[in-house]
């Protein structure tokens, strides 16, 4: 019987796990140093401002392991010997493995900031920085944000849930501007503003200052601003975690370089999620996508590989989601920060400022290429069929109440949105009544 | 705004501090003539028990109804022992003690309460709603713009089974338990409603007037919460306003009103085996006995139950019922909205639902077959089984001792919902109906699920909705009331209550977690 082991028990890890047990009976062993067992790392923003306890993000009730026989090992690989196929472990103990897969995600990142290791200075990501923070905030006069991206969104409302003032420092000239139009960083900047965030853009950290007992007491920002403070928290992006790694024959570059069937430069060993680095960018995706949905589509794919059936990792059409305080957002297809020159974009935004669309197509075949939702819930299904059949434009806004995926009696603004794109590009499109049928068919 | 929460807070702690203290106040003394008047009206023949009342407690005056019910449940109890020892079976009063004890001491109470009933009943609801209101309108401002206010749940010692939580289950089972088995207790209580029941029905109060007043209160003051809590979600609005109007009109004041014309008390929206003596000869004889009215609601209830309610829910599912109409729904998505995280999801919590809530209704099923089999043949058992035994099981067990006590005092720590998932068979029955043969559905969003598990943790049925959610599998369960809130706290827009076409309802919906299709199909062929 041959030996899977895994390193790290997050979702690229533990959906490999789970579908190679599903198709074979290989032995199977999770390593990781962080938990006990399996959480979902995107719900640790909800244990901290109580509305899940711990034991929620927890996909798996406890059983789960033994009756699938998925053995668990609560410890951290020190060092990999591909050459004779041996993990050692912290404690001492060795391992051997006939496949390996690296799933070790990624760490935040920091960028050598004066005081970044001091008492009361935390990043997000695992659950011992949440238990960190959650020590680190009590009875606290105001906390400093560095970094506006996702983490930095979700750590700001987690402060605010507990009405710990917040100052929160974002590089960028706009909120997530990097990623997101003009248009929609402006409406997400406005939102986070509304809850009471001290937002200062265009500003970076320069340094953290102590206090005689080396906590955090200030910090000094690149405006030459000192503000008090008594918890920074990091959220200047993450890396992948593969510091262990770089000591071994495996190829790294930024992340564990692979190939599109998810292969390292060693034989057997695999690696996945937000520690890999595709050697060839796939299509308009990024080398490392650090977000929830790849780790679980790699770990789906290798599963089929370690099972016996070699795959290439073909991930469908790009689509992400995201909740700023109050506004959901999803996106299917491509919208980027700029527009690119072949592109022509619609934006539509309701009057209470709570809810848009940004529509993206080709200039020339008017193909559809992307939307951008805030407030508005809308069909996985229909924007990958759209996708997949190459839809015009006119063609997506005709059929779009077939996309609305809102919780019923919820206002429906697919008339406005047309009407405004009519306006705009002079055409006459008119909206189709939702049916039922199309929704359904191509199955 | 803070300041005003407080003394909210403080003025509802009030008013519930002497609601509960009214029962050890007053004064009692039964009459000559009320009692007299009533063993007339009831007809006994059981002269021990009357001469010892006569003797022993007519006439007396009593600092507290507790010695009194006391005096005339054993005198009861002592008259009965001798005539069935005797075989004097027409001597023997069936009455359950305590109950023939509240007709007594109702019209016996004196002192404070009965004569000023306006004042107590500011002093107790009034306050308590004024308090409430104080305490949830704030909320509006404090709980920031309109969105998903989960925030502090699992802090806070009230909702996340702390003392607080105990203390308000404790606090209302005992409710029940004396609202249901020691009635005699509480009249003081009672007597706060009689001058709006004599409004309404022109009789005086029972304690299921009480009952059912204070429902329909608690319901408008937690519904309110409901409508700012929720504010930003419509469903939930609609919903919300749905459950409080067939509430307050169809439960309470409608069978009231119909009684007020001499009519059968009727709950036209109550349906069969929820209201599970619907079947039983009492009441199909005074149906019978009340004319053209009485029939229709003999043929509606029927109908009701056994055509249009499987009907319904095959085009929306049985949460049209569950949290649109029903009254226990009503409550659970009222008064113990803060309570909905706090059921089990665990798989041996959904295992032991499916035991007992089908076990009940193949219970009620049977029992109300053998009181049909009784009505119609006139032989009063089978299979060496008393119907009537049957009967009083259902209604001790089930009826109070389940729906009731354990139904809803129990919301603080077992969530909101305990009666609708493991105890009701009119939710049972849906639940089949629902599960096998209807096109509610809830649909999963492809694959934007990151298992974050709100949708799980507020599912007051204890439904893992992650589990299914992060497979892109749409949820179909026959436990599902559609209350919406799982849909409402996703974060990620992945969940949508929807009635379509059955076809391909349950399939696992396969491009759509992201992988290109090929793959999905083979992971789905395995
Ligand atoms: C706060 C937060 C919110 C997020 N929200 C979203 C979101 O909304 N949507 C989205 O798409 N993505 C989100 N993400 C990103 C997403 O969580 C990650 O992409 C995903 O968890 C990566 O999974 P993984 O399995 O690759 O790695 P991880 O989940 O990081 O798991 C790796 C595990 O390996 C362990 N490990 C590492 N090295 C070793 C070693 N040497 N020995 C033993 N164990 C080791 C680590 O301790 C860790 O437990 C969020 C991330 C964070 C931090
Ligand atoms: S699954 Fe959703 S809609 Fe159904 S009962 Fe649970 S929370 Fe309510
Ligand atoms: S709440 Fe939404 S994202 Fe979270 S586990 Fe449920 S379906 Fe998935």
Known sequence: MKHVVIIGNGISGVTTARHVRKMSDQKITIISDETDYFFSRTALMYVYMGHMPFKNTQPYENWFWEKNRINLIKNRVEKIDTDSKKLLLKNGEEITYDKLVLATGSKPNKFGWKGQDLDGVSGMYSKQDLDAIEKYTKNIKRAVIVGGGLIGIELAEMLISREIPVTFLVRETSFWNNVLPKQDSQLITNHVKSHHVDLKLDTELREIIPDENGRVKAVLTSKGETIDCQFVGLTAGVSPNIDFVRDSKIECNRGILINRHLETNIPDVYAIGDCAEQENAIGRRRPIEQVWYTGRMMGETLAQTLCGNRRQYNPGHWFNSAKFFDIEYQTYGWVTARIQEDEQDYYWESSCGQKAIHLVFDKNDKSFVGINTFGIRLRHEMFDRWLNEKKSIEHVLEYLKDANFDPEFYKQHEEEIINGFNQKFNANIQPKKKSWKRIFTTF | ?526
């Open chain 2, 1 to 526: 705004m803070k300041i005003i929460k407080k003394l909210g807070l403080t003025l509802f702690i009030i008013g519930l501090v002497i609601f509960t203290s009214l029962i050890f106040i007053g004064k009692y003394e039964l009459t000559e003539s009320t009692f007299d008047s009533y063993v007339k009206s009831r007809g006994f023949k059981s002269e021990l028990f009357i001469d010892d009342i006569q003797k022993n407690v007519v006439g007396k005056t009593y600092s507290n109804q507790f010695e009194l019910s006391s005096d005339i449940t054993s005198a009861l109890e002592n008259a009965n022992e001798t005539y069935k020892k005797e075989q004097q079976w027409d001597k023997v009063i069936w009455d359950k003690p305590h109950s023939l004890s509240y007709s007594l001491i109702k019209p016996s109470a004196k002192g404070i309460v009965v004569d000023n009933q306006g004042l107590f009943f500011f002093l107790t609801f009034g306050l308590g709603i004024i308090g409430a209101l104080m305490f949830i309108i704030p909320d509006v401002v404090l709980l920031g713009p309109p969105g998903i206010k989960n925030n502090g749940i699992y802090q806070s010692k009230a909702t996340n089974r702390g003392w607080i939580g105990y203390l308000a289950f404790i606090y209302l089972v005992s409710f029940y338990i004396l609202l249901y088995f020691y009635a005699d207790y509480i009249v003081n209580l009672v007597y706060l409603v009689d001058p709006i029941s004599k409004s309404l029905s022109g009789n005086a109060a029972s304690q299921w007037f009480l009952y059912g007043f204070l429902y329909c209160t608690v319901m408008v003051v937690m519904g309110i919460r409901m409508f700012i809590k929720y504010r930003h979600n419509k469903y939930q609005v609609i919903r919300t306003a749905s459950v409080l109007f067939f509430q307050i009109a169809f439960a309470f004041l409608i069978p009231e009103i119909l009684v007020r014309f001499n009519m059968p008390y009727f709950d036209f929206k109550n349906a069969w085996p929820l209201d599970y003596d619907f079947f039983f000869d009492w009441n199909i004889k005074s149906l019978i006995n009340s004319g053209t009215l009485g029939i229709f609601m003999l043929v509606w209830g029927t109908i009701f139950s056994i055509i249009i309610i499987p009907i319904v829910v095959y085009f929306y599912g049985k949460r049209w019922y569950c949290s649109w109409v029903c009254g226990c729904g009503g409550l659970a998505e009222t008064l113990g909205d803060p309570y909905r995280q706090l059921s089990d999801k665990s798989m041996k919590a959904w295992k032991i639902e499916r035991y007992l809530i089908h076990s009940v209704l193949v219970f009620a099923i049977i029992m109300t077959a053998m009181t049909l089999y009784t009505y119609f043949t006139g032989v009063d058992s089978l299979f060496g089984i008393k119907t009537y035994d049957l009967q009083f099981y259902y209604g001790f067990l089930i009826g109070s001792i389940f729906s009731g006590v354990i139904g809803t005092g129990f919301y603080p720590v077992m969530g909101n919902r305990v009666w609708c998932r493991f105890g009701c068979p009119l939710a049972a029955y849906m639940g089949i109906v629902q599960r096998f043969k209807s096109r509610f559905r809830i649909t999963t969003n492809g694959g934007q699920c990151i298992s974050c598990g709100n949708c799980s943790t507020y599912c007051e049925q204890g439904i893992d909705v992650r589990a299914y959610a992060q497979k892109g599998q749409n949820i179909v369960r026959a436990s599902c009331v559609g209350c919406g809130v799982c849909s409402a706290v996703c974060p990620r827009g992945v969940l949508k209550l929807e009635n379509g076409p059955e076809e391909g309802r349950i399939q696992e919906n396969p491009t759509l977690l992201g992988n290109d299709i090929d793959l999905m199909k083979m992971l789905k062929d395995k």
